[in-house]
Structures are given as C-alpha cells and as structure tokens.
C-alpha cells in the first residue's frame, strides 16, 4: 500500500522557551520585560518580543479515569463544586471540569462540543441487535460525517435497504457477511471480519448478517459522508413493499394470487435470520460481478510503525470501490504511552474521529485565541473542523487506538507543525519563537507522525 505521511509535532513550543514573566507596576498594569540595547548588526531573532512570553508551567490533566478526586479547581483559579455532581462523568473529563490554562474561548461557537459518546446516543433495540447514532443532532459541529453503531447476533439480519449517503463501515468484532447488486445487475457478497472494510455507494442496495464465526455475532460501526444523516431514514426493503398496493406488487413481478401474501406489513430493520454460509457464493449474473469489491482486507496491512506508535491508510487508491463515491479515506493509529501524535491540521477537510481503546486527550486550536481541551476513551467520538490544529495525547498506561476518518477520496496531505518549523528560514522562526540554533537543528524536515 502507498503510504502518505501524516503531519503532526511532539512537542510544546513553550517548552522551547525560556520563561521571562511579565510583572505588575503600582498601579496594577501589566509591564513588559525590559529591551535590551540592540547594535546595528542585532538580527531580529534578537529582538524583544512585544508580549510576555509563554509559560512554562505544566498543564497536565489533574486526575485519571482510576486516581484523584474531580474538582474545577486548577492551582489558584476555581472553587470546590457545592452542589450536586456526576462524579463518573466527571472523572472521564479531566480538562473540562479544570481545563488547563492554555485554554480559552470557544471551538467554532460556544455551544460546539468535540466530543460525543456513543454511550449517550439512544440505543434501537431489536430481536436480534441494537443500532445507535451520532449526526449533528447530537453533535453540532460534525456537520460532514454522521455514524451508526451496530450489532447483530449470529444469523441476525440488517435487512436489504439503500442510503441516499455512502456507507463506509469498521468492523469492531465478529464477521459480517455482505451482499450487494448494482444498478448495471453485477452482484456482490463476501464475508468480512474484525479491523475490516466495507463500502457501498450512495443508493446501492445492500444487506449485512452476523455470521456465527464468533459466538456472539459482529459489531461494526457505520460512517456516513453527511453529519446530517439519520439511520433512521433509510430505505428499507419490507417498509416499501408494505406500501405498494397489493395489485402493483403481482403486476411487477408477474406474480398472481397470494405470492406475496405474507410479506411484513411494517420494516423488520433488524431481525433473526437462517445462518449464513461463510462459504458460499453470490447467485450467477449474467452481468458478472461488481468491478470493485465492495470489502477490503484493511486488517492485513502493513502499518508504518514509530517508536511511539504506528499508522496504516485507506483510500480510494488501495480500496478502489469507494473511488466511486470518492469521499471517504481513514488511518488506523496507535499511540504509546506518554506519546502524541504530533501537532498539525488538515487544510481542506474535518476529521472525525473514533477511539477504539485506550485514553487520549485533543487540544483543538480554533485561531483568535481561541482553544479547548477534550479526553477521550474508547468507544467515544471526536471532531476536528478544517484546519483547526490539534494533537492527540496518550494520557493512559496502554495503548491509544483510534480512527481518523475524512470525507474525501483520496488520502489528504497534513501540514506538520515540526515540518513547517524545520523547513521555514531559520531566522524567521527565531523572530517569532526565539529558538535557539540548536532547537531549530532539532526540528525534524520530515514529518514525525508519533512522536514520544
């Protein structure tokens, strides 16, 4: 597989410089560290800065999932909480309840929210399994990608049913057997398991079913290249014939009688089905098969591994039947304890994201000064809008797993905050950072991608 380099940086800029704190006259105002004598040979990287320099002081979350008790206090700044908590919900939010100083104002607008969890989605319950969403009536500022959570128990059924959306799907666990025709009558079926893909394009009609490979069916999660996408709005089989006259079904079928007597009288969505043949074969077409396979064997490729972590790509270049829709491309990424994927931003598109396992923590940039924090832990959802910078910690003990997803074909170039440094005029970085020489040396011309 072609891989291309992700962008990202390790580590703070204010841990590049010397702290040198402004201070208070009599009167309260802020002043200025004083300049110092510049010769007519002073380069500008010599030249006072107009503002106080960053802090250097640490601004770590200030409890873990297992140790310390929450409170919105930060050194000097908040008070205990009086009144009634949600200490469980508060625990998992370290840098919202006491946000590091770093932060402020707002990402977007202050109702946007980067975080969802899947486990305050409402949940469908069916025989047979369950399907949960996220769209932008949960999560406002995902407004490019929505996503679904699934389950099916072994031999459940997603029954046949259409989007007016692509679907691009991450297999969690189990294996799911998946069948498709197209609207040249090429069909498709295949089985598909845990860290696998598949893709349909928009108004193809498909089915999904647990296979029992595993006991307890499959799970996968579901992406849509529209934050505003409802699961519920979907096309399915049994609610359309349910709502054709019964003379127009024997008419279009040719049929007569009670053929179709029996069918639903409203939408199955989700329900116990015969097991499904791992092995078997889609019908013979006279058309032939899909050009593209609509499953891809993500789980077999190589990822390029750091140190620190590891990533592997898909795109419409390696998983070719998603070229048709062209919208969506996704890394799998891996960070170890104590490392980060390093700072960057993608210029022309969002990222959203899901994490698997393992804890993380999100600084988004948002310009203006302009910053929020978020932490993370598996199963929960985040959202970067374009261009906004960002990084993602390892803040657990294990390691970080999560996907990063974008609505686009083709996999997207990122602009590396260390990069960027490294291969702009050393002395423009020096005016603005007042690096020294071997700092700047340090800085590396190629991206890091995970750094620790």
Known sequence: MHFVALCLCGLPLSAFVSAAPAHSDSAGSTVLPSAPAISPTSSAAEATATVPFASTDPNLPLWGLDSGDPAPVRESLGASILGPENTPLEQQNPDMLAPPTTDS??????????????????????????????????MPIATSMAAVNMRLEPGAIRELHWHKTSEWAYVLSGSTQISSVDSEGKNFLATVGPGDLWFFPPGI??????????????????????????????????????????????????????????????????????????????????????????????????????????????????FTASMVANTIAAAEVTVEPGAIRELHWHPTMDEWSFFLYGQGRVTIFASQGNARTFNYQAGDIGFVPTAM??????????TLKYLEIFNTGKWCNYISLNQWLALTPPELVKAHLQLSDETIAGLSKTKPVVVG
């Open 105 to 138: 104002g707002s990402v977007q607008s202050s109702s946007s929210n980067a975080k969802w969890s899947f486990a305050l989605s409402h949940n469908r319950l069916q025989t047979g399994g369950w399907a949960r969403q996220e769209n932008i009536g949960s």
């Open 205 to 318: 009609p498909h089915s999904l079913q647990a296979s029992n490979e595993s006991a307890s069916g499959s799970e996968f999660i579901l992406i849509f290249d529209d934050g505003a996408f409802s699961e519920d709005s979907t096309f399915l089989l049994t609610d359309w014939l349910s709502h054709v006259p019964y003379e127009v079904l024997l008419k279009n079928f040719q049929a007569s009688g009670d053929a179709f007597a029996h069918i639903p009288a409203k939408e199955l969505y989700i329900f116990p089905g015969p097991m499904p043949d791992t092995n078997a074969v889609a019908p013979s077409s006279p058309q032939g098969q899909v050009t593209n396979a609509y499953s891809f064997a993500f789980s077999k490729v190589n990822a390029t591994k750091t140190p620190a972590g590891s990533v592997k790509i898909v795109d419409s270049t390696t």
């Open 389 to 398: 910078g960002h990084y993602v910690e390892n803040t657990g003990n294990t």
